[in-house]
Structures are given as C-alpha cells and as structure tokens.
C-alpha cells in the first residue's frame, strides 16, 4: 500500500510543478542560528506541492536537523507533526523551524501537517558496519 500511495503522491508532485519561485529564500540553503542546528542540516520547504522534498534519508544513529521554511500562508501548511516522536511544531511563514532529531532505528518515521494532508517521511537505513 505504502510505495503504491508514494507513487501517487509523487506523480502528483510533478503534475503541480511550474518551478516559480514561492518568495524570499525559495532557492539556496536556509540560514538558521547554527545553535539551532545538531549534526546535518536537512533543509524543507512546505509549499502547496506539499514538503520539498518529502522524502528524506538518514542513517540509523545520525544526528540530523530538519530545517523547515513555510513559503506560503495556506493554513493546512501552519504546523508539522512527527506523531511517532511527539514531535508538533509551529511553522511560522517564513521563518525558519528547526527540529533536531535522531533516528535510533531503521525503518520510516512519518511526518505531516496537523490535518495529515501533506506527508512526508524520513527514511532510516541501518548504519553503516564500522
Ligand atoms: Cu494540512
């Protein structure tokens, strides 16, 4: 069900694609105070496509901040919510949201907006053997 729903979801990604740029900082890394930011920064953008991008690899045991930039006012974008790490944050347009996370264990940890319309998810693979 879960790679049939991506693939929706992704086709209609490239369907709304017209490339504008959606305001200040549309392009370029997003400047957040590096106290903000533990290991690598992972920069998302949530315009009406949805999450740019939504989908995300890490290793398990990384360290990684995501960095989100709302760009645009529609309300369904407002907040970010990780429930399977009780994670909800306030996305203020605009401003830069940083959310330190670490992965502990392969597998997906899913992420939305507080009305589950938009989606997007992190993808843990194991560590690498040392
Ligand atoms: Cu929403």
Partial sequence: MRPLVAVLLSGL???????????PAATGPIV????EVRGR?????????GYEPSRIQVRA???????FLR????ECAAEVV???????KELPVGKPVA?????????????ACGMDMLKG??????????
């Fill in 13 to 23: 990604a490239l369907g709304a694609c017209d490339r504008k740029p959606a305001g």
């Fill in 32 to 35: 957040v105070p590096a106290a």
């Fill in 41 to 49: 920064q992972i920069d998302v953008r949530v315009t009406m496509k």
């Fill in 61 to 67: 045991g990384e360290e990684i901040t995501l960095v």
């Fill in 71 to 74: 760009g645009e006012p529609n």
């Fill in 82 to 88: 990780f429930p399977a790490l009780g994670i909800k």
């Fill in 99 to 111: 959310i330190p996370i670490r992965a502990e264990k392969p597998g997906e940890i899913a992420f």
């Fill in 121 to 130: 998810r992190l993808e843990v693979s194991a560590a690498p053997p040392i």
